[in-house]
């Protein structure tokens, strides 16, 4: 089945204790996105990758870092989590970029205390 | 999920009636546009997209309606049953010539709740 999967899927932690959320699709997708969604705000772009090794920020990369090693993963890293992080993170990716629809993650809600 | 519905417009239709859900995108130099609907506890989910270069475009029981005159977009859906209940977003992108940024930018949403 084509997916795209995330882990955790629930996370409380502590401010300052490094966490890293994963992503993994089996599709083949070139083009991979982390978004958050905070209420009111709808969906914001936080990192993006058009492919493997090639990663760029999107509207609020600050205190995230991404990487892109192999074409199926991208992980989220917080190195130093702070509470207004707190939120519900979304991965998703799609063929290309530009064009395309994406396929979204089912979620990871990120509590940091 | 659960607060993504918090603080949104929402569109309460009857059952087996028509939905309009409308949305106003911000950037005249925008040439792709995509609805999406998200489930309560549910990642944003494909529905529709459209080109620049048309004004209308139809789905399985959704439309979607494109005027770059005033910005408007808007997703029209048919016979509207219980499990369409959902939050609507609506995205733009400048990607589509190539030219643009591949970021899409969503809207804030729309809920729809659907009366049996």
């Known amino acids: 089945e084509a997916q795209v999967t995330q882990n955790p899927r629930y996370l409380i932690t502590v401010t300052g204790k490094k966490l890293t959320v994963t992503c993994s699709q089996n599709m083949n997708h070139e083009y991979m996105s982390w978004y958050r969604q905070d209420p009111g705000l709808g969906l914001r772009q936080i990192y993006y990758?058009?492919?493997?090794?090639?990663?760029d920020k999107g509207d609020v990369p600050e205190g995230y870092k991404v990487s892109r090693k192999e074409k199926r993963n991208f992980p989220l890293i917080l190195e130093s989590p702070s509470p207004n992080q707190t939120s519900l993170y979304f991965c998703?990716?799609?063929?290309?970029?530009?064009?395309?629809?994406?396929?979204f993650g089912p979620g990871t809600r990120l509590t940091v205390t | 999920g659960e607060s993504v519905g918090l603080h949104l417009p929402t569109l309460s239709v009857q059952e087996g009636d028509n939905s309009i859900i409308n949305c106003a995108y911000s950037n005249s130099a925008s040439d792709y546009f995509i609805w999406y609907k998200q489930e309560s506890g549910k990642g944003p989910q494909f529905i529709i997209d459209i080109r620049s270069n048309m004004d209308k475009r139809q789905g399985q029981r959704v439309t979607v309606l494109l005027n770059k005159t005033v910005k408007h977009l808007s997703l029209q859906i048919a016979a509207t049953q219980p499990g369409d209940s959902a939050v609507y977003f609506c995205a733009e992108s400048t990607g589509y010539s190539g030219a643009g940024s591949y970021q899409l930018t969503f809207g804030k949403g729309t809920k729809l709740s659907v009366i049996p």
């Open positions: 990758s058009m492919n493997v090794e090639v990663t």
């Open positions: 998703a990716s799609s063929i290309g970029i530009g064009a395309y629809e994406q396929y």
